[in-house]
């Protein structure tokens, strides 16, 4: 049973799912705390206003808090925005850059296992590395 754990705890695919929930955890705060302490006070400083947790309308005794998700709605369209225009941009930017293309004048066809286009005399995917047979 020992055995089985060890094998199970060393196998690839949980420690890179290990890793990526770690790296993502810290890459969320890095992000919520741009958002808090870059993004929200630049809003308050321009409406005027940056918390509006006090809002709140009441109906038969019921307080509706609809200043917390006015608050809640802020916070995602600006992490939505940093997260596309700081993360997202530039790496599809990088990626335009370093992803091998082939010559305009060679042939290609698409890869079986990610559908991207390689040369014909290819024995290999540059993007999956998947062995395909060459043409």
């Known amino acids: 049973m020992l055995k089985e754990f060890r094998q199970f705890i060393l196998r690839g695919n949980l420690v890179d799912l290990a890793v990526a929930v770690v790296v993502g955890t810290a890459f969320t705060a890095l992000v919520n705390s741009m958002v808090k ?3 929200t006070p630049m809003i308050g400083a321009i409406f005027g206003k940056h918390d509006f947790s006090d809002l709140l309308f009441t109906v038969n005794g019921s307080r509706v808090l609809y200043g917390e998700f006015i608050n809640a709605l802020i916070t995602f ?11 997202v941009k530039p790496v599809n930017k990088l990626l335009e850059v370093l992803r091998p293309e082939p010559a305009i004048d060679e042939e290609t066809h ?6 991207s286009k390689i040369p014909l005399r290819a024995k290999r995917c540059s993007f ?7 043409s």
């Open 128 to 134: 999956c590395t998947t062995v395909v047979a060459a």
């Open 37 to 39: 302490t870059i993004f």
């Open 77 to 87: 369209l600006l992490v939505a925005t940093v997260m596309f225009f700081f993360v």
């Open 110 to 115: 698409e890869c079986p296992e990610c559908l």
